[in-house]
């Protein structure tokens, strides 16, 4: 490798201001190098090295989200795309526009000095670069995790000062750039908090400033220990129940006799449990997210013990709609999807095959007996005519498309159902394909798409199944689906 220092280019000519700035600058980086840092000697030139090529950063980033929250994941994530555009602007453009040589190392103490010597151009500094960029977006995603991080990138930066291979204005540089970089990401890719559901419409909700009055039920099957013992941190005062998921609504009927509010840990298919108990009771729903997906606690922006401790605390509370439906003498509500056909009997086979062979060759094996092309999964009536359709979607308010499948919402009390059909025919793959790959704002002759209020549904084979916020369960004849606005109140976290 060749340095990026030309040095048969000509030194610029002389000018006042550039000059004594340049030597307040060298003027820092010799009183850094005089000066006698306590503990520094074994951490910082280690620290430095560590960081070559971002090796640390990727490290630190596994162990982010090896914490399993969503938000981790995200700062982690965010943290690596804000590092990958730093690297690539001060590679790219930094380092060639202005060709610094290094400093010279005669006045750092010997034992400072890395093992292997930089040969590119000092200014600005990419260590500094990608140590904030790493740091400032787990910070805008993750408050607390960047709390975590950047003591460790202040040091790597700092690291780079005392092995003598950058000055001070190289470090402030270098760490502008990079944090640059991370609110450059975060205009291209907004944050959670940025996309999440307005804070409205507002409700009364009891203020627990201990949990005192609060009971939650917990799924032990959702593997939310970890969750709950954050939760009772928070709110030391709330009653705790643990229970097996067959006795959960039971649980929840009990608790709901003795509670000002009524709370939840598990998955959708347990939150939506107790969704319908707070509804009869009246009672405001706590949602602690203890499953796999929590579509409903994310859209809220409900993702840990602490974010529903401090809501709790406060009683801050917002108002949110429920769907629900009705056939026969089956009926049932839903906070986040209704749907029939390819989707129910997805889930029917693959809940058949997954104790015998797995959950992931369960799935594989659910697509392909479900996708063949003899048969329709589901035939409804619509204006006395009877349609073969593939898959009927109903969410309770409009979901906003993140990729090839509803993703989230940014209105959870928008009064409307957002129904989605992908119509029958041969070929049923291509078919379910591209009405994915169409979205909900373009029109494809595999797919439509509406906003309601009310859906009415006649025709339905006995025996179709239906599957809402993950239960299962089975329809025939006539369904009326409908939303209940500003229906239940949650507990939410406000801006």
């Not at 086979?349 to 003899?374: K, M, N």
């Not at 169409?438 to 025996?463: K, Q, W």
């Amino acid at each position: 490798m060749s340095p990026d220092v030309d040095l048969t280019v000509p030194k610029p000519g002389r000018h006042a201001l550039r000059d004594r700035l340049l030597a307040l600058d060298c003027r820092l980086f010799e009183t850094a190098a005089a000066r006698n840092w306590p503990f520094a000697e074994p951490v910082l030139p280690r620290l430095s090295r560590s960081a070559n090529h971002g090796v640390l950063w990727f490290a630190a980033a596994a162990a982010v989200a090896a914490s399993r929250t969503p938000r981790a994941r995200r700062a982690a994530a965010r943290g690596l795309a804000s590092l990958g555009l730093a690297s690539l602007t001060i590679n790219t453009l930094g380092k060639r526009s202005v060709r610094r040589p290094r400093p010279l190392l005669d006045p750092v103490p010997a034992v400072r000095h890395l093992k292997r010597q930089p040969i590119t151009t000092s200014f600005p500094s990419g260590h500094a670069a990608s140590a904030a960029a790493f740091a400032t977006g787990v910070a805008l995603e993750s408050p607390a995790w960047g709390a975590v991080v950047a003591p460790v990138a202040f040091s790597v930066a700092v690291s780079r000062v005392y092995t003598g291979v950058h000055f001070p204005s190289d470090v402030l540089a270098g760490a502008a750039l990079g944090a640059g970089a991370a609110f450059a990401v975060r205009a291209l890719v907004p944050t959670r908090a940025q996309t999440g559901p307005p804070p409205r419409p507002r409700a009364q909700a009891p203020a627990l400033p201990g949990g005192a009055g609060l009971v939650v039920v917990a799924n032990r099957a959702s593997g939310s220990a970890d969750r709950i013992r954050v939760l009772r941190h928070e709110l030391p005062e709330a009653e705790l129940v643990e229970c097996e998921p067959d006795e959960v609504k039971a649980e929840l009927a009990k608790a709901a006799a003795r509670a000002r509010a009524l709370g939840v840990c598990g998955g959708d298919g347990t939150v939506n449990a107790a969704a319908r108990i707070a509804l009869r009771h009246g009672l405001p729903l706590a949602v602690l997210p203890g499953g796999t997906l929590n579509h409903f606690a994310h859209d809220l922006s409900v993702e840990d013990g602490r974010d529903l401790g401090r809501a709790v605390r406060e009683g801050e509370a917002v108002r949110v709609d429920v769907g629900r439906f009705t056939s026969g003498d089956r009926e049932g509500v839903f906070l986040n999807t209704l749907s029939l056909g390819v989707y129910p009997e997805l889930v029917r086979e693959r809940e058949r095959w997954s104790h015998r062979i797995g959950a992931w060759p369960a799935e594989v094996l659910a697509v392909l007996r479900v996708l063949r092309t003899d048969r329709h999964p589901l035939r409804v009536e619509l204006r006395g005519e009877t349609h073969p359709l593939w898959l009927l979607f109903v969410g309770n308010c409009l979901y906003h498309r993140l990729a090839l499948t509803p993703g989230r919402r940014t209105d959870l009390a928008d009064g409307q159902l957002d129904v989605r059909v992908v119509h029958g025919g041969r070929h049923p793959t291509l078919r379910l394909l591209s009405a994915a790959l169409a979205g909900p704002l373009t029109r494809s002759p595999a797919h439509a798409e509406a906003r309601v209020s009310r859906l009415r549904l006649t025709g339905i084979a006995a025996g179709t199944p239906l599957a809402y916020d993950g239960e299962v369960t089975d329809v025939a004849g006539e369904m009326t689906v409908e939303k209940l606005p500003e229906a239940l109140t949650v507990y939410r976290p406000l801006p």
